[in-house]
């Protein structure tokens, strides 16, 4: 703790670098997860539309060892390399621009507690930010495809990016694509795992007896990864994205299909409204799919989103409080 005459602070590359080497991290130890996550949903629609076969996968530990057996350990990673791509720069900048805003705000000599509703517009503030110079990242980890590196259009980011102009043929704009989308839920996921965080962790530390150490932070970050996907599973796509991309290819991911489709694929699976004609807008989508299929249909998938969400917030938040104690300095009030 800092002396009456000094206060502890870290710069803003310091705070980027810290908030980056955390979400990747955070990206390396989860992705199974994910990678099971998606396998279970291109089953439950193949099943669904061809009403044959058993099930390969079934649950979300017994799809993890089941890809283990058959594909190799390396097979739960597919994808990482795009994931610590978008991480890097979408991770860093949300997480680390967070405290500025809330600093630019309320000044950086602000004594006392901030609302949480002065603490979700920073989260929103900055999610919206950070995915609107991300989002190229977004689209490249979409579109990720492993089959390519014999022309090694997927060995870096820049690499994937320049065989999208070329296969493709589009301006710098493209890689824009689905940013509406993107930011409205990137935007609110964030500010519910930033600011829940924030205010979860301030509460418990008014406790007696607690102190800001790791209970504190997995305890902080377990109510991040809930309230998050009770928050963004209304605005998530990935159940949509799932059911659009097992109807392009039932036996891939998505993520492995050609580039020359993977423009026009991912304006489509955005959203659900972007995937189905009968959906006039956004607003359209969530109030025909509450009318037609009920409340319970926002948060399809609950369980395994908040076993991913979950962890992936605790290992982040618990790394980049250890990462930030060796960047932060005191400075003289």
């Known amino acids: 703790m800092a002396d009456h005459g000094s206060r502890t602070d870290i710069s803003f590359y310091w705070r980027f670098a810290s908030s980056a080497i955390a979400a990747c991290f955070a990206e390396f130890c989860t992705i199974p997860l994910d990678t099971a996550k998606v396998r279970l949903q291109l089953q439950k629609k193949a099943v669904a539309g061809d ?59 602000f004594v006392g507690d901030i609302s949480l509703i002065k603490k979700i517009l ?44 070329q296969n493709n043929q589009t301006g710098i704009g493209s890689l824009w694509t689905g940013l509406g989308p993107n930011i409205a839920r990137n935007a609110i996921i964030n500010a519910a795992e930033l600011a829940s965080y924030d205010h979860i962790k301030q509460t418990i530390l008014e406790i007696p007896g607690f102190t800001d150490d790791i209970f504190t932070h997995v305890v902080a970050g377990l109510g991040a990864g809930f309230f998050a996907v009770c928050i963004g599973s209304p605005v998530d796509v990935d159940q949509d994205h799932s059911q659009l991309c097992s109807r392009h290819n039932r036996d891939t991911r998505v993520m492995f299909m050609p580039w020359s489709e993977a423009i026009g694929f991912y304006k489509q699976v955005k959203s659900r409204m972007m995937g189905d004609s009968s959906y006039k807008s956004t607003l359209d989508c969530f109030i025909k799919t509450l009318k037609n299929e009920g409340p319970l249909a926002l948060y399809k998938g609950f369980i395994p989103n908040f076993v991913r969400l979950g962890s992936w917030n605790v290992i982040m938040f618990l790394t980049l409080e250890q990462v930030k104690m060796f960047f932060i300095r005191e400075v003289p009030l």
Not at 65 to 82: D, M, N, Q, S, Y
């Open 51 to 109: 009403a044959v076969g058993v099930p390969k996968y079934r649950g979300m530990l017994g799809t993890i060892l089941t890809i283990f057996r058959e594909e190799g350990l390396t097979a739960l990673w597919t994808g990482l390399v795009p994931g610590l791509h978008r991480q890097c720069l979408y991770g860093g900048l949300r997480i680390g621009l967070y405290e500025p805003v809330k600093a630019f705000f309320f000044g950086d000599s």
């Open 122 to 165: 920073a989260g929103l503030i900055t999610g919206a930010l950070a995915i609107t110079v991300a989002n190229p990242t977004d689209l490249v980890k979409f579109a990720f495809n492993p089959s390519q590196t014999s022309t090694g259009c997927t060995k870096t980011l820049f690499r994937s990016i320049g065989c999208l102009f």
